[in-house]
């Protein structure tokens, strides 16, 4: 099972169009993990049209998609348990908000998004994850997004690219 894993899209706002990288991943794609701020609906749809879809909302979220998405969410795909949230709230790191988030729940895997920081790191048991952003870059080299592969075994890693 491969798995497209995206946050912080912000488009129109960031980019008019997806990469080709991440569009070809897409593609190739079984399910699409968001971890919010696609900004618009319309992006959100977009997502759609490639496949099954899996998100959060995110703190710059347009009200049509915080009407429609959670805050969090918890998902199970062959027997891993996958904890989602966009990573936003005041104080803390963005990291330590997400651990809390999934406090009482024993997870594999946190996807989160915000910061817009490639992340992957094993934290209290889980492995936390930001895919970091397909379209946002911020002052990073690259842009990015991650494919979670899973069979047998379990494997995480981002795509970078300019």
Sequence with gaps: MKIVIVSDTHMPRKGRDLPFLLK???MESDLIIHGGDFHT???YKEFEEYGELI???GNVDRPELQS???RKRTIELMGMKIGLVHGDGKGKTTEKRVLEAFDEEQVDVIIFGHSHI????YMKGALLFNPGSPTDKRK???YSHGILTIGDTWKIEHQFYK
């Excluded at 490639?118 to 790191?121: C, D, E, H, I, K």
């Design 68 to 70: 429609l998405l959670p």
């Design 118 to 121: 490639p992340f992957s790191r």
């Design 55 to 57: 998100a959060v909302v």
């Design 41 to 43: 609906v319309d992006v």
């Design 140 to 142: 990073l080299p690259y």
């Design 24 to 26: 070809k991943d897409l």
